[in-house]
């Protein structure tokens, strides 16, 4: 199975959203998701609980646990693309669906233009 390469979906004016938010987390939290994102990298679509899980829409979750909450970073497959489009962050293990509808409209985005809508530091 080729690797996956994991991206961040980029707005308009250039910002990740996702990566932005990430990096205001925990360090501990961070880590957590630098362990998940390798594994999703070297694994793809065969990752799954506890690391990652399908919600609907062909969006999935990468899922971090930490001091009694439940991070999620939301993205989807585009080819061996895999890429982060939304954050969500709850005490119950449901995502919320403004988070979902958020990740599927960046994924209507991304599919439209990729390279543009593609995060580059």
């Not at 980029?10 to 990566?19: F, R, V, W, Y």
């Not at 062909?58 to 954050?87: D, T």
């Not at 449901?94 to 990729?114: C, E, G, M």
């Amino acid at each position: 199975m080729p690797e996956i390469a994991v991206v961040y979906y980029s707005d308009k004016t250039g910002e990740a959203p996702a990566l932005e938010w990430l990096l205001t987390q925990p360090p501990k939290v961070q880590d957590k998701f630098e362990f998940v994102i390798e594994q999703l990298e070297q694994r793809g679509g065969t990752l799954a609980r506890p690391y990652a899980a399908p919600l609907r829409d062909k969006i999935y979750e990468l899922r971090v646990r930490w001091q009694q909450v439940n991070y999620r970073l939301l993205y989807f497959f585009h080819g061996n693309v895999a890429a982060v489009l939304a954050h969500g962050c709850t005490k119950e293990d449901k995502v919320d669906d403004a988070d979902i509808d958020r990740a599927v409209a960046r994924r209507a985005l991304f599919l439209k233009d990729p390279a543009g809508h593609t995060y580059g530091e």
